[in-house]
């Protein structure tokens, strides 16, 4: 969860609530601490795993009826080269046009 060289906390941004903000909040303003004020972490991971989901639980798949690999007429509207060509082979079929 944390502690590896290479975390990134931006693990915690994308966990969505299991309970309204005001609950989390409630539950982690309650958490003992240490004479410091700091949390173990054993609590804070007691705490996530209860309060918090896990990153993209909270996502729903959504097949839309208009969805195009490669939409229709799309690079042809790009006004920028330099983005044209960063899309790279992405529309390649299309560029072709």
């Given at each position: 969860?944390?502690?590896d060289h290479n975390f990134d906390s931006k693990l915690y941004m994308d966990m969505s609530l299991k309970f309204d903000l005001g609950?989390?909040?409630w539950a982690f303003?309650?958490?003992p601490?240490?004479?410091s004020g700091v949390v173990t972490?054993?609590?804070f991971e007691g705490f996530v795993k209860e309060?918090?989901?896990l990153a993209g639980r909270d996502l729903l798949r959504h097949d839309s009826r208009d969805y195009a690999a490669v939409p229709e007429g799309?690079?042809?509207r790009v006004?920028?080269?330099e983005v044209k060509l960063g899309v790279g082979g992405a529309f390649a079929s299309e560029r072709r046009r």
């Amino acid at each position: 969860m944390f502690g590896d060289h290479n975390f990134d906390s931006k693990l915690y941004m994308d966990m969505s609530l299991k309970f309204d903000l005001g609950k989390v909040n409630w539950a982690f303003e309650k958490l003992p601490r240490l004479g410091s004020g700091v949390v173990t972490v054993r609590v804070f991971e007691g705490f996530v795993k209860e309060y918090l989901d896990l990153a993209g639980r909270d996502l729903l798949r959504h097949d839309s009826r208009d969805y195009a690999a490669v939409p229709e007429g799309f690079l042809s509207r790009v006004e920028h080269a330099e983005v044209k060509l960063g899309v790279g082979g992405a529309f390649a079929s299309e560029r072709r046009r």
